[in-house]
């Protein structure tokens, strides 16, 4: 089956910085590839995604990249703020839309420092 | 409702009992999910159910874990008697077929095993 590996599993950035969080998948098959945000005592939130045959995405402060050649793709937040500071999941599926069993990496926690 | 709840939002049980959680997604989702996360993982796949369609159980970990899906609409996840190692976040996620919106989590039950 799929496996997702995410890096790094924390990392720590001043406000105003940009942050990039890598996964990689191993299922060429995979065509769907969201971005989670998890805050403490909540559910994870979809905050991007992606599909195979799209390179790249952006949404104002958040932008995610795809190689698909590599298995590889990445989470980009510039201006980075204090109420970014979460746990990011990336995941990837085999399905063309939302309705096939993601798997997920292991998470990322992203604190900003004011 | 305006999106997927869980109950209860906490529990404890002793070794050995059975636990029911409940999950109530969006109206009108016809994708339901549970997935478990562990403290420092990631979010493992339990099962997903998709309309009449015969649900996908292979994440479940064991014959002690079941799920059902009544009606289309309400699911109930069934822990046979609980080990400690079923400690975890249980998570529950909706979507609506041939759309892009991806999955809507609800905010978990936290499940401790004494």
């Known amino acids: 089956g799929e496996n997702v590996e995410q890096h790094p599993s924390t990392l720590s950035v001043q406000e105003g910085d940009s942050a990039v969080i890598k996964c990689t998948y191993s299922d060429s098959a995979s065509n769907y590839f969201p971005w989670y945000k998890q805050e403490l005592g909540k559910g994870p939130q979809l905050i991007i995604d992606i599909r195979s045959n799209v390179g790249e995405k952006k949404d104002q402060r958040i932008a995610v990249t795809l190689n698909k050649t590599a298995k590889h793709f990445s989470l980009h937040i510039t201006e980075t703020q204090p109420e970014d500071s979460a746990v990011y999941f990336c995941a990837a599926s085999l399905g063309g839309g939302s309705n096939y069993k993601l798997t997920f990496g292991k998470g990322t926690l992203l604190t900003v420092n004011p | 409702g305006a999106g997927v709840s869980q109950s209860p939002s906490n529990k404890v049980t002793e070794k050995g009992k059975d636990v029911e959680l409940r999950c109530d997604p969006i109206?009108?989702?016809?994708?339901l999910y549970w997935y478990r996360q562990s403290l420092g993982q990631g979010l493992e796949f339990l099962i997903y159910?998709?309309?009449?369609?015969?649900?996908?159980k292979s994440g479940l970990p064991s014959d002690r874990f079941s799920a059902e899906r009544t009606g289309g609409s309400v699911s109930t996840l069934t822990i046979q008697r609980t080990q400690q190692e079923d400690s975890a976040v249980y998570l529950c996620?909706?979507?609506?077929?041939?759309?892009?919106?991806?999955?809507?989590f609800g905010s978990g039950t936290r499940l401790t095993v004494v």
């Open positions: 109206s009108g989702h016809t994708a």
């Open positions: 996620a909706s979507s609506s077929f041939g759309t892009d919106y991806g999955y809507t």
């Open positions: 159910f998709q309309g009449n369609s015969a649900p996908d």
